[in-house]
């Protein structure tokens, strides 16, 4: 969550005075409770007021997050907002649902039948990754002390490349573990498996592999890092194993590519992580984290409380959380089936849109694509080198912001951060319909930076020519 303080702090902190009511010739404060109550109206339009000047979520192509759901879907989220997912002793059919959501998403990651697999819902994939690199962390712990390693003499390792997500970075911070990123180039955009095994020793608790590369959707090749970490653990004891950040792909890859071996098909994949509220299709506030097996999870890690009325264990850096989320996703999963996932993802929809837009765009002639869509539904693209532009990609974004658009321009990660690319998230609410919008928009505003830096230049020569002549 972000961090505010008293520097944050507007320069007028009184709210508007609402029209027609008692409230009219009393301002409310922003930053300090009001004396007096006022009526449910008048707080709801104080607060919705608020929200005139925002972005239109659906027209957010820098989110991955979900920003619609059925009306169906909604009402019954809405229905169960005061249901608390930790007590489930109280909400035995809730926890239920949970369970299900668990094993649906275990058969759907290809658990192995003789495993014992276990898993939990979380706030979001932030909370999962974090959940399952503390695993990794005890898991190592416990294995390095057995054979006898000084496991205070350095700090624990994690090894990924350095296309991960800041949760990563969170997580080495707040369990002091040092992070050693595998460098990206512009021939390696994802994780460079020639190189990988050089940032592994003893105190590696383990290497991550990204399903879904948040500045351009690659995804690192997992079949083949699984290949080399077996090969890599048959002449150590020091064993190492692999978590799969499947924030983005965890619910796109199995029915798109269902015969991609990313999954616990994979002997050393022993985690696995996604959002739910990406393309899980749910609204903003769930994660899902499996191991393969009960082994990988060391009791230490799980709690047992009783005071709710019956024992229950746990694992959650959260405790108290609403359960509506949970039931989103199992209404998906009951709603859409393995089939209408795919079709959803697939026709006139998310994959389907993004490879429309990867090829309208280089149409274009001024955009070399990063990423052309055709895996997961990204998007990327750059300046073309050999194209000369007085805009930027930062000046498209402000454009197309102006036609409400909202489309981020940012460089690569370290190593490639000479490189500014563009990026379009294509989610399920974006039809076919509103890309062919997009397109015009893009060319239209393409159009406009072009005509004004041409009057830009006109007026720049006029300048300097009358300075000469004086």
């Known amino acids: 969550m972000s961090l505010y ?26 930053y300090k409770l009001n004396e007096r109550p006022v009526e449910p109206r008048i707080a709801y339009q104080v607060v919705k007021d608020q929200h005139l000047d925002e972005g239109n979520a659906r027209l957010n192509l820098a989110t991955f997050c979900q920003t619609y759901m059925e009306p169906d879907a909604v009402k019954l989220m809405s229905e169960t907002f005061d249901k608390n997912a930790i007590d489930k002793s109280e909400y035995p059919r ?67 490349s ?54 351009t959707g690659r995804y690192d090749d997992i079949e083949a890092l699984d290949k080399l970490v077996e090969e890599y653990n048959q002449h150590t004891d020091y064993k190492v194993h692999i978590h799969a950040d499947a924030a983005s792909g965890g619910f796109y890859t199995p029915f798109m590519e269902p015969d991609l071996k990313w999954d616990f098909r994979l002997k050393n994949v022993i985690s696995i992580n996604a959002s739910g509220h ?67 993802h697939k026709h006139k929809r998310t994959h389907d849109v993004a490879v429309y837009l990867a090829q309208e765009i280089e149409k274009l002639g001024l955009f070399e694509i990063v990423n052309d869509g055709s895996r997961l539904p990204i998007v990327c693209y750059r300046h073309k080198e050999d194209k000369d532009h007085e805009w930027t990609l930062y000046d498209l974004a402000d454009r197309l912001a102006m036609k409400g658009w909202q489309v981020p321009a940012y460089p690569l ?10 990026r379009i998230v294509v989610r399920a609410d974006f039809g076919m319909g509103m890309a062919h919008d997009f397109v015009e928009d893009m060319k239209d505003a393409i159009k406009e930076l072009n005509g004004a830096h041409l009057v830009f230049r006109t007026i720049a020569l006029k300048v300097v020519t009358l300075r000469n002549k004086k």
Request: net charge negative.
């Open 94 to 160: 809730t926890a239920e649902i949970e369970n299900r959501c668990v094993n649906i998403i275990a058969n759907l990651w290809h658990a192995p039948k003789d495993e014992e697999f276990m898993g939990t819902s979380t706030v979001g994939s932030s909370e999962a990754c974090m959940l399952g690199g503390m695993a990794m962390k005890f898991s190592w712990k416990q294995r390095a002390a057995k054979l006898g390693l000084d496991v205070k003499a350095k700090r624990p390792n994690l090894v990924i």
């Open 413 to 422: 990660p370290k190593d490639l951060d000479q490189i500014e690319v563009q």
């Open 162 to 215: 350095s296309g991960y997500q800041v949760c990563w970075e969170k997580f080495c911070t707040y369990w002091d573990v040092e992070m050693r990123t595998v460098p990206m180039d512009w021939e390696h955009q994802s994780l460079d498996l020639n190189h990988v095994l050089d940032y592994v020793d003893e105190y590696t608790i383990g290497i991550v592999g990204i399903m879904g590369i948040t500045y």
């Open 278 to 344: 990406k393309y899980g299709l749910v609204y903003p506030g769930i994660g899902w984290v499996l191991w393969r097996d009960q082994k990988c999870v060391p009791e230490k890690l799980i709690f047992r409380v009783s005071y709710l009325g019956g024992e229950m264990p746990t694992m959650a850096i959260n405790f108290s959380r609403g359960a509506s989320q949970i039931i989103g996703q199992y209404y998906n999963f009951i709603r859409y089936g393995f089939e209408g996932y795919h079709d959803i």
């Open 5 to 30: 303080g008293k520097h944050d702090q507007e320069e007028r902190n009184t709210l508007d005075p609402i029209f027609g009511s008692f409230s009219e010739d009393h301002p409310l404060p922003k």
